[in-house]
Nanobody
Framework: QVQLVESGGGLVQAGNSLRLSCSDSGGAFTSSAMGWFRQTPGNKREFVAAISRDGSATDYADAVKGRFTISRDSPKDTVYLLMNSLKPEDTGAYFC????????????????????WGQGTQVTVSS
């Protein structure tokens, strides 16, 4: 059974960095594309970054391009989100998501594409 567990959130000052991690304990990681989404109270969940099953392709929301980097370590069944130059508007609950797919180099940017979700980790950026 797929179980995603995120870690690495916290409170940081604007301009600093955080690295989020998300591990899958269910054995589906290597056959899956992964994504990161974020949500603030009263707002819809929004796409942040995605990586293909084989790691060859990545995709980013315009708001984070050039600042965030998504990567994956298949032997560790873990996906990372390195967030640099953080801004107060990056504050929110960050969720990783998993989509099992036969397509090795596709990324998925809509939350409806993902079958499994982590519980979320809070990121708060102070000004």
């Amino acid at each position: 059974q797929v179980q995603l567990v995120e870690s690495g959130g916290g409170l940081v000052q604007a301009g600093n960095s955080l690295r989020l991690s998300c591990s899958d304990s269910g054995g589906a990681f290597t056959s899956s594309a992964m994504g990161w989404f974020r949500q603030t109270p009263g707002n819809k969940r929004e796409f942040v970054a995605a990586i293909s099953r084989d790691g060859s392709a990545t995709d980013y929301a315009d708001a984070v391009k050039g600042r965030f980097t998504i990567s994956r370590d298949s032997p560790k069944d873990t996906v990372y989100l390195l967030m640099n130059s953080l801004k107060p508007e990056d504050t929110g609950a960050y969720f990783c998501a998993l989509h099992q797919t036969v397509f090795s180099s596709r990324t998925y940017t809509t939350d409806g594409a993902y079958e499994y979700w982590g519980q979320g980790t809070q990121v708060t950026v102070s000004s």
